[in-house]
């Protein structure tokens, strides 16, 4: 560990949230010199203190390892690079605009390559009103189904997670541009792009 590094990245931690550092050593049960000491780089955290501080600082442990954040350039942070995760330990899922450090159930997650659409995956795409209205006849059964839908156009993401047994369907509001990406619960992510009918399809929804 090198001490000054760690250091000025505790500081920078603590101010980012506004605290004092006898604030800090209080949660920590600690002395605030012994905060003072850390952050002049006098001297490392234990390192039985590092899962305690990486919670209340809401950082990895590693991260205060190396004493960097090393965050992501800014212009990562778009829709074109929008990346989903899903566990394979629980089935969360997950998306981040650009590179993220994701885990869940203790594992770092890879995020999804998705694919371009099969024809037994394909969705059926409609207008309804204001709306898309997204039908499939992929089977929705415990052991295969789409576990969530989402509409992603240049500033939005409209998520929609589904559940086994549900009905095969699912209503976005239309945007201008924008692709679909679902998830099949046994061959992954895949894409879709929405392409506008050239004569808008009127569909009526039967009555409930
Ligand atoms: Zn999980
Ligand atoms: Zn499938």
Redesign the pocket.
């Known amino acids: 560990m090198d001490c000054s590094k760690v250091g000025s990245l505790l500081l920078s931690l603590r101010q980012e949230r506004g605290w004092t550092q006898k604030q800090l050593a209080d949660v920590l049960n600690l002395s605030d010199r012994t905060i003072s000491k850390w952050e002049r780089g006098l001297g490392c955290p234990d390192v039985s203190l590092l899962p305690e501080l990486s919670a209340v600082l809401a950082v990895d442990i590693e991260k205060i390892l190396l004493g960097d954040l090393q965050p992501n350039d800014e212009e990562v942070g778009n829709m074109k690079k929008l990346k989903f995760y899903v566990?394979?330990?629980?089935?969360?899922a997950m998306f981040a605009m650009g590179e993220a450090e994701i885990s869940?159930?203790g594992?770092p997650l890879q995020p999804l390559a998705a694919q371009e659409v099969s024809a037994e995956h394909s969705l059926n795409v409609a207008e309804v009103e204001e709306d898309y209205y997204l039908t499939w006849q992929h089977e929705m059964s415990k052991q295969h189904y789409l576990a969530f839908v989402a509409y992603v156009t240049y500033d939005r993401v409209l998520f929609i997670k589904l559940y086994p047994e549900q009905a095969p369907e699912v209503r976005f509001p239309r945007q201008q541009h924008g692709e679909i990406y679902f998830y099949c619960s046994q061959h992954g992510l895949m894409k879709q792009r929405i392409a506008r009918p050239d004569k808008p399809r009127k569909v009526r929804l039967p009555e409930v």
């Open positions: 566990c394979p330990q629980c089935g969360s869940c159930c594992r």
